[in-house]
């Protein structure tokens, strides 16, 4: 007897219509016109005994639990038959886009940009649904170069985000690069392709310094994708993990190319011919293949602050006026902005200001991690046919992706960060080692010692959903 196998695709445009605050940065930033436009896009499956996914990815810095809960309880009473706790939610990454939740802070114009979002995905929720049909998947491998390690390490035992390469002290990027591009294409009852899920370990934020609102490379390469094979085809695209990787090549980059839009064009294209590569010697297309869920909550151990680096952080906040130094970061901003030709980043990590935001992280994380020592998280473990999707909230460095992927039964793994949730960075052992920006207390709530646990986690999710059929 073969098995049921229903998609249904779907996709929105999410593009504010006025000036909008974008999130990504520590300095503020208004939007400055449209690059390109914002999107999302809704992938809904359903297999035997009532077996479901819904995916969805938004062109966003991040998924925060908040709007998470208020998406899935507003898809549970519009899809009587949707299980809400199975929509998985991703985003690209994107830091020219207004923020989804999350900020204390946010304006009365992104509250409204949130609710707008929320109705849009609904709707478009609600037709993925409905237009589900008997369906088919094949798998496919590539390679683009697009992610690079960032962090620059030295032989002072430190290492540094956007770090100088050209230093004499320079030894080396700090962690490895992944040019694979995981795929999966859907075609319909009549063998025509209708989508792709497009997976590659690097965030879609050649345009992160600009100001004007982006969907950046990974929203030129759905354009692409349209164009190839039609306006009705969908791309849902998903970061692996990358939380040590940007699409910036520190060692032989010279110009501002992968700061503007030549990078978005030069990167989406590079993408684009690996996609059809792998289109054209995809595998044999399944249309029976299992669909199976598994959800879980884990718990990860909280990563701590130590006596003397509370002590450090007391010492470094003493005396120190915030909005001044603030105001300075800012001011240093502007400046690099006005220098013709410099590329990103126009702020510095190493400025007084991103120290202090650590110090404090630092005494709130000693004062509170003996009353809350670990942190619950969602893990969602997707088994199509003989590949398997596995997510996480983190920025999630890459090195952990690798160890899922090689650990993996699955013919195939799909490893998908920032992924219902949205916190922080998920560092190394060596990266906590060597400091600085990404490996810092105040750049997440989870170190090394957890994210091994996430891996081992993972695995055995794996293995559980693989245990069935």
């Known amino acids: ?57 938004i062109d966003a810095v991040g998924c925060p639990q908040e709007f998470l809960n208020a998406l899935r309880d507003r898809l549970g009473r519009a899809i009587s038959d949707l299980d809400a706790s199975k929509v998985v939610v991703n985003v690209t990454h994107s830091h020219n886009a207004p923020s989804i939740g999350g900020n204390p802070d946010a304006s009365a114009k992104e509250h409204a940009f949130i609710e707008r979002v929320l109705g849009k995905l609904t709707e478009a929720s609600v037709k993925a649904w409905r237009n589900k049909a008997p369906a088919g998947v094949a798998r496919a491998v590539d390679f683009a170069t697009i992610g690079h390690c960032r962090r620059a390490a030295y032989s002072n035992g430190t290492a540094e985000m956007y770090g100088e390469t050209s230093r004499q002290d320079f030894i080396g990027m700090e962690g490895n690069e992944d040019s694979t591009v995981e795929l999966m294409f859907t075609f319909d009852a009549g063998q025509k392709a209708t989508g792709a899920i497009v997976n590659i370990a690097c965030p879609s934020q050649v345009m992160e310094a600009t100001y004007e609102i982006s969907s950046d490379f990974m929203g030129a390469l759905r354009e692409k994708l349209k164009s190839r094979f039609g306006p009705e085809f969908n791309t849902l695209c998903q970061i692996s993990a990358a939380g040590c990787q940007s699409p910036r090549d520190l060692v032989r980059t010279t110009d501002n190319e992968f700061w503007s839009p030549r990078g978005v064009e030069s990167l989406s294209t590079r993408l684009f011919d ?44 003493e005396g120190v006026d915030e909005k001044r130094v603030f105001a300075d970061f800012c001011a240093q901003v502007e400046a690099n902005e006005m220098i013709p030709n410099r590329p990103g980043p126009y702020d510095s990590k190493l400025h007084p200001f991103s120290l202090l935001r650590n110090a404090q992280a630092v005494i709130k994380r000693r004062q509170e991690q003996d009353e809350s020592p670990n942190f619950e998280m969602e893990l969602h473990a997707v088994r199509v046919g003989d590949a398997i999707f596995v997510t996480n909230p983190f920025e999630l460095f890459l090195d952990y992706g690798h160890q899922i992927k090689a650990r993996s039964r699955a013919s195939q793994t799909f490893v998908v960060q920032l992924c219902c949730g949205y916190e922080g960075y998920l560092p190394t052992r060596r990266a906590e080692k060597l400091g600085n920006y990404g490996a810092l207390i105040s750049n997440g709530i989870v170190g090394y010692d957890g994210g091994q646990k996430l891996v081992d986690e993972t695995i055995s999710a794996i293995n559980e959903v693989f245990a069935t059929e």
């Open 1 to 57: 007897m073969s098995r049921v196998f229903n998609i249904g695709w779907s996709q929105v445009d999410i593009t504010p219509d006025e000036q909008v605050p974008l999130r990504g940065q520590y300095y503020p930033r208004l939007s400055r016109g449209v690059h390109s436009r914002l999107g999302a896009t809704i992938l809904a499956m359903e297999g035997s005994v009532d077996e479901q996914a819904m995916f969805i990815c």
């Open 274 to 317: 690996a996609v059809i590569r792998g289109y054209e010697a995809r595998g044999e297309t399944d249309y029976s293949p299992c669909l199976a869920h598994r959800v879980e909550k884990i718990t990860l151990p909280k990563r701590r602050a130590s006596y003397t680096d509370y002590v450090q952080a007391l010492r470094e906040i």
